[in-house]
T-cell receptor, first 113, second 111 residues
Framework: GQQLNQSPQSMFIQEGEDVSMNCTSSSIFNTWLWYKQDPGEGPVLLIALYKAGELTSNGRLTAQFGITRKDSFLNISASIPSDVGIYFCAGQIRGAGSYQLTFGKGTKLSVIP | DGGITQSPKYLFRKEGQNVTLSCEQNLNHDAMYWYRQDPGQGLRLIYYSQIVNDFQKGDIAEGYSVSREKKESFPLTVTSAQKNPTAFYLC??????????FGNGTRLTVT
């Protein structure tokens, strides 16, 4: 099956620092999604990307859909304690009746006040 | 408010017992999914359903069963055949071409 490599696996950063994480794939996707999961809760959608090269922001978060369609990255600027959690990327092929997503294994973010 | 409701939040069972996890959505979504999450792992797909009365196995379907008798409901049964049932279970739903929406999960502990 398709594989998504998400890195880094975990990060410890000081409050106020910027964060960057990425996902790479051996296959092409036409949608990239970024989710955040708080402990004991379900993942919540942060950003959805639908076009190669697309750069989308949501507050302090910025995500990009790679030109090759095989990668995506997520940046968080000026981190705060509530950014703590696990961030997942997911790749999807839309259309053709496809309903499945492929998830990365997550990046666990810890913010030191 | 529209959303996905999973119940209960925590579930404890003895080994050898079947247990059913509930998932209800009022988003009018066609497709529903069940994922399993273990510490340090990503989300692994157990079963999914694109329409009522139809469902397909995901990557780790062995030891699990589902039904889809109503559009809004997609219960998951963890059978005694599942060798390592203790995990966090996530239900999700979506419309065609829309992102996945997740419930808040059920943590199952089997002893």
């Amino acid at each position: 099956g398709q594989q998504l490599n998400q890195s880094p696996q975990s990060m410890f950063i000081q409050e106020g620092e910027d964060v960057s994480m990425n996902c790479t794939s051996s296959s092409i996707f036409n949608t990239w999604l970024w989710y955040k999961q708080d402990p004991g809760e379900g993942p919540v959608l942060l950003i959805a990307l639908y076009k190669a090269g697309e750069l989308t922001s949501n507050g302090r978060l910025t995500a990009q859909f790679g030109i090759t369609r095989k990668d995506s990255f997520l940046n968080i600027s000026a981190s705060i304690p509530s950014d703590v959690g696990i961030y997942f990327c997911a790749g999807q092929i839309r259309g053709a009746g496809s309903y499945q997503l492929t998830f990365g294994k997550g990046t666990k973010l810890s913010v030191i006040p | 408010d529209g959303g996905i409701t999973q119940s209960p939040k925590y579930l404890f069972r003895k080994e050898g017992q079947n247990v059913t996890l509930s998932c209800e959505q009022n988003l009018n979504h066609d497709a529903m999914y069940w994922y399993r999450q273990d510490p340090g792992q990503g989300l692994r797909l157990i079963y999914y359903s694109q329409i009522v009365n139809d469902f397909q196995k995901g990557d780790i379907a062995e030891g699990y069963s589902v039904s889809r008798e109503k559009k809004e409901s997609f219960p998951l049964t963890v059978t005694s055949a599942q060798k390592n049932p203790t995990a966090f279970y996530l239900c999700a739903s979506r419309d065609r071409d829309s992102p996945l929406h997740f419930g808040n999960g059920t943590r199952l502990t089997v002893t």
